[in-house]
């Protein structure tokens, strides 16, 4: 039974003093205009993931007294062990396992950060890839005694799949080979020839010791070789602006607003997510499946009109013409139109006890727009961790990666995923269970 | 506003996912119900489920359980916010519940246990296939695991090991008859968020948030203000303090803490220095065990 401390709320305790100078620089801090970095962790069982979680958490500030306080009680040993920061369920700590997906929330003066932490091992596939699929940065830890092992190939390549567009290896347990710059180069060549092999854009290795510290938040004086950037510093500091596509202007309908009111009475529009490119008003557009063109009246944001509207914008849009548009729909301009297509080339990785085989039916749902399906063919099973494709493979099992062919029954409107993220991809739903089976990333076909 | 590098900030991020789920929610379930109880979680909730489906009314109503425990300011924030945007107000009440005998007081004093099966009767009564709730991820361990479409059984319950997976913005809404999701639109804000976004959006807020002097009592070290359920007892002195409420629950379990904080400027100021978790510090009924929230939370609670 735990007991909070509440410091803040005993009678004698002083108030915050919300006009002292500390105050000031701390709302400094939380106000300024700052973006999001989204991350997803992924490590073996012990090579210290909650550990470095924890670490990040508690130097960031964003640990509480009381949950350190609780933490500190329930450490076994000298130091307080931060990984049980990131102990979520009863039901975890009684079998020591992590059972899904946890979000945390860590935030410095010029970002936030939301990361998704995913167990290593048990639904290790099914869970980084929930956990890649929304990050802008994967971090895969290595423990520094052991080198590169399959799991870290299995995450890098997972992170690569997602198209993760920047990877961090970090290098942990530094503190157990005695510093060594030799260790930590041995296993960045190794990292970055595996990484080469792979569609990763961007990678960077940090040598680290989560549990004393070095080199996540401030350089270690262990490392005096290291000259690159703390762990802190890289994700601050990575550049994320252009990882978006702002080239080819995707917007699905999500939802038609028809207020229907005497003040509003004309006013139809179309509200939605921008899942690529920019809209404006006047531009040019063609609406799919119609494929008829008309321009952007205006475009209203949550807090009135707005000349621009970009990813992950939420808004509506006027079009000039009266047009036939409900949800499903897709607004792009007419000389940059996706591929409409029912036949559906994707990897597909696969999430449900009961395995994928060809002629089963599922529904399919890609971006705002569902259909059924058929499962045509299944080209090959992908072995993730030595990339081998098994063509003899005649189903995908649970956690399988494979590459598969679906003929939908109506056209979606797709991209590539490695070109459009957002149009790229889809998810499999079960329509006996409605349970969601799994994840397709577009590729061409052939 | 022009923003030449495309990009949002971390508010306008936030706000573009929430009005993304409340849209997909709209469309895909066919009755929705946005739960609102006048505190500042489900204010901001509702002022994106506004912004969703503006200048139209938001499609559906909006729901509160009564606990019968309120503080009176914030049912008059209720009753105004709910007229203003012109929505249907629900009302489950646990005393109407009581007083058929279909729930029991417990000895504690608490009604926070006794709100799950009048809500899920409610559910039942109008159908409701889908329920919009404000909590955030950094609450709670619990709700850290939890997905924004979660997932409910015919009985409300949560499995935390049996969720369906949540990739990209692609929500699973398709349920069976009887079967619900809890919607959680705030998921990935965190305290500071919503008290910016407030400040920003200039939401009006029950005057309880902020700081104002009020005769208090003290109890098992926490500052209770003296109020229609709360009065002070024999060995109690009231006295006047300057005190303000951080989250607002029962009327007779929730206490204040001390606060010079008189406007929602010096509140952001406040947080941002306070190193308490809102809950750990101020609501009596979460003092329970470390594990309250899983057990609740299983059995169909918000």
Redesign the interface.
Known sequence: MASHTDTAAQPGSHPVDVHSPVAEHAVELATARKDILRIATAGSVDDGKSTLIGRLLYDSKAIFEDQYEAVARASKGSFVDLALLTDGLRAEREQGITIDVAYRYFATPRRTFILADTPGHVQYTRNMVTGASTADLAIVLVDARKGMVEQSRRHAFLASLLRVPHLVVAVNKMDLVDWSEEVFEGIRDEFSAFAAKLAVPDLTVIPISALHGDNVVTHSPNTPWYEGATLIHHLEHVHVASDRNLTDARFPVQYVIRPQSDAFHDYRGYAGTVASGVLRPGDEVQVLPSGLTTTIAGIDGPRGPVEEAFPPMAVTVRLTDDLDVSRGDLICRPENAPTATQDLDALVCWMADEPLRPRQRIAVKHTTRTVRAMVKDLAYRLDVNTLHRDVEATELGLNDIGRVRLRATQPLFVDDYTRNRATGRFILVDEATNATVGAGMLTPAG | ???P??????L??????S??VV??V??ELERPVLLFSGGKDSIVMLELAR???????IPFPVMHVDTGLNFPDVLEFRDKRVAELGVQLIVASVPDAMAKGLVKEEPNGSRNRIQTPVLLDAVEEHGFTALFGGAR??ED??R??ERVFSFRDEFGQWD??N????????Y?G???LGESIRVFPL??W?E?DIW?YIARERIAIPPLYL?EEREVV?RQ???YAVNEFIRPREDEQPFR??VRYRTVGDANLT?A?????TTV??V??????????ER???RGDD?????AM?DRKKEGYF
């Open positions: 506003m022009s923003t590098d495309y990009r949002l900030s971390q306008e991020t936030l706000e573009a996912e009005i993304h849209r997909e709209a469309a912004k969703a489906f503006a200048p139209a009314r991820r950094d361990k619990a850290a695991k935390p090991k969720q369906r997976p949540e990739l990209w913005d692609l699973n398709r349920i069976h998921s990935n965190t500071l910016q700081a003290e070290g926490m500052l303090a300057m206490a803490v001390r606060s010079e904080a400027e010096e952001i100021a406040e947080v941002a220095v306070t190193r308490m978790t750990g510090a101020t003092k329970v065990s470390d594990a899983e």
